[in-house]
């Protein structure tokens, strides 16, 4: 892609990363502008009205031009390569995996890890400590559909790797920091080690 493009993110955040993971993975040059979640960065005045009046990020700038929504982002990057399949019914098929990834799995898992990692459970209010086992039981409830998906395939949609499988590794990754345990799911710690030894793929923390 000639057009300049620029993430704007929090590092600390999953979902930022896939968008970044998505660009490695494809060879795509990102620039890259930081912002602080934790310290209201994006939801200043200048952000909502030059970024996204929705104050939250990722946002991948195109141009002059800005994407807000992960999926959204990563589909933009990905679009006429072969992380989005040919076939008609296996592109559908990821995009139901990347619809369960909002839905099922960054509700519960993600928000558990920025409870309990960045917030910590005694500043939680009340109605969010009370939440916890609700989202611990729906978070274990998503890593189990899809360890048993995974049990008899390498990725999560056809033979090779899709967006499916990189808007899903982020959050699942680093689950145990919501107090989810991977060792109990053999076939996710597979897939895992299988994500980063693709080439170019890049850490969360790089």
């Known amino acids: 892609m000639s057009t300049r493009l620029v993430l704007h993110e929090d590092v600390r955040s999953g979902n930022c990363y896939k968008i970044r993971l998505t660009a490695a993975l494809l060879g795509t040059r990102l620039e890259r502008r930081g912002y602080d ?8 005045p200048d952000f909502l009205a030059q970024v996204n009046a929705n104050g939250r990020i990722p946002v991948l700038q195109v141009g002059t031009r800005f994407l807000p929504e992960s999926n959204a982002a990563c589909w933009y990057l990905a679009e006429g390569s ?33 409870w309990l990692l960045y917030l910590g459970e005694a500043n939680l209010s009340a109605t969010q400590r009370g939440q916890i086992p609700v989202k611990r039981a729906a978070g ?29 590794y982020p959050y699942t990754h680093v689950c145990e920091a919501g107090g989810f345990r991977l060792q109990d799911y053999p076939a996710i710690c597979r897939w895992l080690d299988r994500i980063a030894a693709l080439p170019g793929y890049v850490a969360m923390s790089a």
């Open 37 to 44: 979640i934790l310290k209201g960065d994006t939801r200043s």
């Open 82 to 114: 072969a992380l989005i399949p040919e076939d008609a019914f296996q592109r559908a098929d990821m995009l139901r995996w990347m619809f369960f990834e909002q839905y099922n799995h960054e509700p519960n898992i993600a928000t558990l890890r920025f």
């Open 140 to 168: 274990e409830e998503a890593l189990r559909v899809m360890n048993e998906h995974l049990a008899a395939r390498d990725w999560f949609v056809g033979d090779s790797v899709s967006l499916a499988d990189l808007v899903l």
